[in-house]
Structure formats: structure tokens, C-alpha cells
């Protein structure tokens, strides 16, 4: 680790810094080694002067939320990690639209947005990250009865971001481009969210709601840690069935394991490794390709040495 960080970056931010914080205890995989330092950044002004730190002495940053879309190395991931669950996590709601720190939950959002009856959002009930993971992926569900099917990138408005070299602006919609769980503000740090919702009523909110959180409660796996889906639907085909038509359901790795009630996540039985999970998903890959010819593409975000 650079000498640096432990001894000149505490004094220059008002956030909270640990050193050699296992990312473990950060993702919903429970998976990942140590970042040579995890910081809750207290506001935009810290973010930018560790910004400035770091690129004075090539300190690499990532920016990480709650950790349930990722797949972090067992070696983890140098330099500085942010999570802005601590400082930049204020919701605000202003007219029809609801705005938000990015560190901020879905679930919080969501509950808010309801609460001012205000809907659109539904559709993000049971996705279990923050509000920067949701809109750098475009989270989102995929259609159920009496649901309208709606990732998130679709109610965003515009978004505050700061890039690498520290410069602070505002993308509205003529900026954004959304697509298939991903978006074109991976190279960001996003800051802040507008999401733009409509006037409903409460009650009819917190039944979509619940509809949609019944759902998912008999479809994915909940009780096992994991990181969600592992791949995305290729066009046409449920990713899950094309690994359990390949035999593959329970394949076991380490103590990593395709699930047996959602061929899509793999689980984490105990003391998986990424590696584990690593050699899963290349095994998968390469037996759904020789059955169907179909070649698989991660969902999740693989990061780390
Ligand atoms: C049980 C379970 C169910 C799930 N169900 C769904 C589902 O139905 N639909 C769905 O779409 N997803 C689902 N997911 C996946 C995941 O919850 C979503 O993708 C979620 O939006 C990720 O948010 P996060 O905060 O955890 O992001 P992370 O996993 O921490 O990060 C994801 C990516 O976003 C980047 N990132 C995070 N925050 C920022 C920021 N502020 N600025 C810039 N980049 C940032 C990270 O660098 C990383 O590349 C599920 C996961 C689990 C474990």
C-alpha cells in the first residue's frame, strides 16, 4: 500500500477511512479481499480532494454501493474504495420528482416515494442496492402481471457526477444513454439522482409493491448470500433456463454452488473464494455455449486484481 494514503489522506477529508478493510463484509457475496482503504466520503468536497490526492500520486478510486452486484477478487482492490452510504444520502422530494444522494437505498427511495404518493418506481421494490449502483446498472425487474416493467434509467431526469479529474456537472437526459443493465456513467462518480415519478395513490402503490416482493420472494434466492443474477437474459432466452437445461443446476465449485431454486445466482455456501465463483461461471459459460450456441455475458461487475 502507498505510504501516502495512511499518512496524508486522513488530514485532508471529514469522512470516515479504514485501512485494509476486507470488502467481504461489503458485498452481498460476502466475498472479496481487503481495499487498501474504504472511505465514506462526508460530502462532494471530500470526494473531490481524494480525487486530487489520488491522481497526484496515481492512487486508483472505485466507487462501490452496497456491494450486490459485484464479484470483488480475493486480493481485492488497491488504492481507494468510496461508498457513499454515509454522506451522500439525503432524499428530497420536489414536486413529482424525488431527488437523492446516490449512497441513498432503493428500498428508502422507494418508501419515501410512496409515502408522498408518488409512483414509477415500484418496479425497483427487492433490488437491494443503492440508488448509484441501481442507475450505473439500470436495475430493474422484468415484467409481472399488472406491473409495468420499468428500469431505472427510465425515470431518471438527470444526474450530478464528478469525473476522475475531480470536475463536478450535471447530465440531464440528452446526456444519459441506458441500456441492458448498464449505462454510460461507469467512468462517473454519480453523486446525486433526479427521478422523475408520477402522482398515484398510496394504497395502490405499497400493493404493487408487496405484488412485486411476493414475487421475488418465490423466484430468487434470498436466504443464501449471493450477487443477484450472475448473467444477462441473452435476446430471447431466460439466462436461467439455458443453465438448467444444460444439467447445471447445483453445480458446485469450492463452496460456491448454481443454486437449485434460480439457476442464474450462484451462492456463496459458506467460504467460497471468487475464485470459486470465478471457475463456476467459466464452467457455465462454456457448457450452455457447447449445448446452445449461446454465448453468456456477465451481469455482474467483476472488480479487483
Ligand atoms: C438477491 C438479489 C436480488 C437482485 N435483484 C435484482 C433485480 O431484480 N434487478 C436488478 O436489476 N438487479 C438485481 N440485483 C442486483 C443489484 O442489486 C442491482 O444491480 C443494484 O442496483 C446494485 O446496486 P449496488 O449499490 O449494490 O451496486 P454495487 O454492486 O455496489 O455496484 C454495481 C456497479 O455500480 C458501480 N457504482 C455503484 N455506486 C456508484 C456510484 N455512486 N457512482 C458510480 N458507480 C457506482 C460500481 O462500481 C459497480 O460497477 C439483485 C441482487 C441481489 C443480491
Redesign the pocket.
Known sequence: MNKKLTKELPNLIRGEIKFNEFLSK????RIGGPADAWIYPKDISDIKNILTFCNSYNIPV?????????LISDKGIRGVV?N?EQG?CEIRVKADSVICG??A??SRVLKQAAKEELTGLES?A?????????????????EIRNIEYV??GNLVESVK?IDMNGNVSELGKEGLCFGY?KSN??E????EVELKLKRGKEKEINDRISRLLEH?KST???DI?????IFKNPDGHFAGRLIDDAGLKGLVIGDAQVSMKHAN?IVNNGNASAQDVLELIRKIKKQVFEKTDIKLEE???I?GV
Open positions: 461489503h458485498t452481498s457475496f472505485t466507487t462501490i454501493g452496497r456491494g450486490t452486484n459485484v468510496l457513499l451522500l446516490t449512497g437505498l432503493l425497483a427487492g433490488i437491494p442496492g443503492t440508488v448509484g449502483g441501481a442507475v450505473c446498472m439500470n436495475a430493474g425487474t422484468k428500469s431505472i457526477v443493465r456513467l461507469s462517473y462518480i454519480i453523486v421475488k430468487q434466492v434470498l448470500p449471493s450477487a443477484g443474477c445466482f451481469e455482474i461487475k472488480i
